[in-house]
């Protein structure tokens, strides 16, 4: 029997009191640590030393894998080269290596690369972008934004604001101004694999959107390709295609937040790309450095880069007042090359592609199991609705991946969702075996 101790990994009460954890139940915690004290390739270490299945690619991030040999060693020796760059109004050669690299993986014409530090950052820059875009078009009066509810854009205002999780909204108060159009949910399409067939008509939720605040007023539309946060919903087929078309009519950018979706999950390098469209803007996150290093972007049009140029006055003012100090940082640049490099030289978006109906056809077999009401699915991203106990929509989903890590297994409760994103190169018998983790610990829930 596993005593608390073993599970403090030599912390003290005191340090375990100092840290306000995120995301998380910190008196739930605090009672009962789940401490990781080192990974490798798909597997985490507890304290209690045991070897834990990582179900959830660390937070949607760690997709080719943890320590990967190649990215430790590009970051070591970024270490002994240069901590450290400025990056306004200086460069570091690695920075632009890196823009290059992303741009090469991205559908054609997204082409200019802005560095953030995370996926949260990447939103509120598009966002902002959006917004100055517009004046320097000389339509100052776009800046109302439309979001998704469901959406999950990080947790700065921008982001919380466009999205649309109750849960990370209602404690703030009011945010950037926003409306939201219906998430992409129906009953019919329960226990659908993949791509629903029904649900391309809900895109038209946006003209009326349009209707009520007119297109003059409203800079960009928002939206995940496939929502990961609320429980991996993917796109109907045609609805992407059709909020293009909208925007195009009405002269709105839609930006694409690919934070989640980026570098692999889809089974392509883009959910752009493995949709079918390509949108104004993108950001990226989590994967670009395999989540060794924080590090995120915004990817834009060279129609968007070029109007901050012409319109950006003298040559030595600056086109767009906005950034990081640890924008295109060196450590993050070495990571993410090496990350890059390591998605295209193994293959591993191959490899999602040839996992995917594997992991489908397992993930759906957990369809009758006790209380799950809905199961979704798209490349290694996956997630099952668990069905409400009287009052309190998130228990259920929290006792099972307590569950789940005692049988060795990491997945994720978000709301009344369990949710998976497996490794890129996780086994058949992985996923079986998570999978019977699931359905034993569903069928242990009183």
């Known amino acids: 029997m596993t005593n608390n101790n073993d599970k403090l990994a030599g912390l003290s009460q005191a340090q375990l009191d100092a840290y306000w954890m995120p995301f998380t139940a910190n008196r739930q915690f605090k009672k009962d640590p789940r401490m990781i004290v080192s990974a490798e390739g798909r597997y985490y270490t507890s304290a209690d030393g045991r070897q834990i299945f990582d179900g959830l690619s660390g937070l949607w991030t760690c997709g080719a894998g943890h320590c990967h040999p190649k990215i430790t060693e590009a970051v070591s020796k970024q270490l002994g080269e240069i901590d450290y760059s400025p990056a306004f109004q200086f460069g570091y050669p690695k920075a632009f290596q890196l823009a290059h690299k ?105 003209e009326a959107q349009i209707a009520i605040h007119d297109a003059s007023n409203i800079a960009a539309v928002i939206v995940e390709p496939l929502a990961g946060s609320a429980g991996v919903i993917p796109p109907p087929k045609g609805y992407l295609q059709k909020l293009r078309e909208i925007c195009d009519k009405h002269n709105i950018l839609l930006i694409f937040d690919e934070v989640i979706t980026g570098f692999g999950r889809m089974g392509s390098y883009t959910g752009a790309e493995e949709f079918g469209v390509t949108p104004d803007m993108l950001t990226i996150a989590k994967q ?77 077999s957990l369809k009758g199991a006790k209380y799950v009401t809905d199961i979704r699915n798209y490349g290694l991203a996956g997630a099952i609705t668990i069905e409400s106990a009287p009052g309190d929509p998130a228990v259920r989903p929290f006792e099972v991946m307590l569950k789940c890590w005692e049988k060795g297994f990491y997945v994720r409760a978000g709301g009344d969702t369990i949710q998976l994103g497996l490794p890129f190169t996780t086994e058949v018998q992985e996923m079986d075996d998570i999978i019977n983790a699931l359905g034993d610990s569903l069928a242990e829930l009183d």
């Not at 993986?105 to 949260?120: A, C």
């Not at 917004?131 to 990080?154: C, D, L, P, Q």
């Open 288 to 364: 670009l450095t395999n989540g060794v290093v924080p590090m995120g972007a915004v990817v834009a049009k060279q129609e968007i880069y070029d109007t901050f140029m012409a319109e950006g006055g003298k040559e030595h003012m600056l086109e767009l007042p906005h950034g990081y100090t640890y924008s295109g940082h060196p450590v993050a640049c070495a990571a993410g090359l090496a990350a890059l490099d390591l998605l295209v030289e193994e293959k591993l978006v191959d490899r999602v592609q040839s996992a995917a109906p594997q992991f489908q056809e397992l993930l759906h």
């Open 102 to 206: 992303v741009t090469e993986l991205m559908p054609e014409g997204l082409n200019r690369v802005f560095f953030t530090d995370s996926g949260s950052e990447s939103v509120e820059t598009a966002l902002k972008i959006a917004r100055a875009y517009w004046r320097k078009k000389g339509m100052a009066s776009k800046t109302r934004f439309i979001g998704r509810a469901k959406g999950y854009h990080g947790v700065n205002f921008g982001g919380i604001s466009v999205g649309g999780i109750v849960g990370n909204r209602a404690l703030y108060g009011q945010g950037v101004e926003t409306t939201h159009i219906s998430h992409t949910m129906l009953a019919e399409n329960r226990f659908v694999k993949g791509m629903p067939d029904e649900g391309a008509f809900l895109a038209e939720d946006l």
